[in-house]
Nanobody, 117 residues
């Protein structure tokens, strides 16, 4: 079975940290670039961070630069999103997407992150 699964979401206080994981099952994860998106309540989905298949290249949305860090462990088929200095506006459902040219694209079901005191 081929799928990806996000985990690590939950409730955090403003200024706190969470680490999200995106784990792939059933396909060659190391061939795929990975992107994290988020969708706040009532808003459109937005790009949070992305990482190339090799891990050599990363990109961040303006609202998370300097606070979030994306990394990957290809041996463990997992991409991580370290989220520091969380703000209430980071509250959203976070989704992981695996994509590569001329290969199928995979989306996870999302994990909820809530930042509140």
């Amino acid at each position: 079975q081929v799928y990806i699964r996000e985990s690590g979401g939950g409730l955090a206080q403003p200024g706190g940290s969470l680490r999200l994981s995106c784990t792939a099952y059933g396909f060659t994860f190391s061939n795929y670039g990975i992107t994290w998106y988020r969708q706040p309540p009532g808003e459109d989905r937005e790009l949070v961070a992305s990482i190339t298949a090799s891990g050599a290249g990363t990109n961040y949305g303006d609202s998370v630069k300097g606070r979030f860090a994306i990394s990957r462990d290809n041996d463990g088929n997992t991409v991580y999103l370290q989220m520091n200095n969380l703000k209430p506006e980071d509250t959203a459902v976070y989704y992981c997407k695996a994509a590569q040219l001329r290969r199928p694209t995979y989306w996870g079901q999302g994990t909820q992150v809530t930042v509140s005191s």
